[in-house]
Antibody, heavy 113, light 109 residues
Framework: EVQLVESGGGLVQPGGSLRLSCAASGFTFTNYWMHWVRQAPGKGLEWVSHINSDGDRTAFADSVKGRFTISRDNAKNTVYLQMDGLRAADTAVYYC??????WGQGTLVTVSS | QAVVTQEPSLTVSPGGTVTLTCASSTGAVTSGHCPYWFHQKPGQVPRTLIYDITKKHSWTPARFSGSLLGGKAALTLSGAQPEDEAEYYCLLSYSGVWVFGGGTKLTVL
């Protein structure tokens, strides 16, 4: 059974940083590009970033480019999202997804003073 | 960044058929956009229904199908069930940068 478990969310002040993790199991991690998608409270889905299987190709939404970094550790079956320069508009539930097929339960990030 | 547009809301009768569409601000949606469709029920995690225009996952009910229609990506629901009431999102790729549509609230009534 595919399992994706996000962690690392919480309350952070504007301008602060957080690192989200997504631990994967139940599938061959190295076969999949991994994605982060977020959803602000009461709003729609927003694609944030993805990383290829080898970890050497990444892409970001314009809204986070230059502030967020994505990486993966294939030995640990884990993908990360480093979020710097956080803004109130980054407040959302952050989901990881394997190849946009299965989704985790999400982790809530709240940016507020 | 491109804008992806969906109908804000649609209503379908139980047992009826409805088509949701997904348009791109850059022009016609093509296979290069690798269209995806998801649905999300209140309080739940999104679930992927369709990928690469027409492909289904093992969990995708047979009543859902994807296509390209009139320059847009389309999701057709044939034989709507009450449990299909949800928000539906499409997703398009723009050379590796993905953009969601705003979502369609589908009511089964």
């Amino acid at each position: 059974e595919v399992q994706l478990v996000e962690s690392g969310g919480g309350l952070v002040q504007p301008g602060g940083s957080l690192r989200l993790s997504c631990a994967a199991s139940g599938f061959t991690f190295t076969n999949y590009w991994m994605h982060w998608v977020r959803q602000a409270p009461g709003k729609g889905l927003e694609w944030v970033s993805h990383i290829n299987s080898d970890g050497d190709r990444t892409a970001f939404a314009d809204s986070v480019k230059g502030r967020f970094t994505i990486s993966r550790d294939n030995a640990k079956n884990t993908v990360y999202l480093q979020m710097d320069g956080l803004r109130a508009a980054d407040t959302a539930v952050y989901y990881c997804a394997n190849g946009l097929a299965s989704w985790g339960q999400g982790t809530l990030v709240t940016v507020s003073s | 960044q491109a804008v992806v547009t969906q109908e804000p809301s649609l209503t379908v009768s139980p047992g009826g058929t409805v088509t949701l569409t997904c348009a791109s601000s850059t022009g016609a949606v093509t296979s290069g956009h690798c269209p995806y469709w998801f649905h999300q029920k209140p309080g739940q995690v999104p679930r992927t229904l369709i990928y690469d225009i027409t492909k289904k996952h093992s969990w995708t009910p047979a009543r859902f199908s994807g296509s390209l229609l009139g320059g847009k990506a389309a999701l057709t629901l044939s034989g709507a069930q009450p449990e299909d009431e949800a928000e539906y999102y499409c997703l398009l790729s723009y050379s590796g940068v993905w953009v969601f549509g705003g979502g369609t609230k589908l009511t089964v009534l």
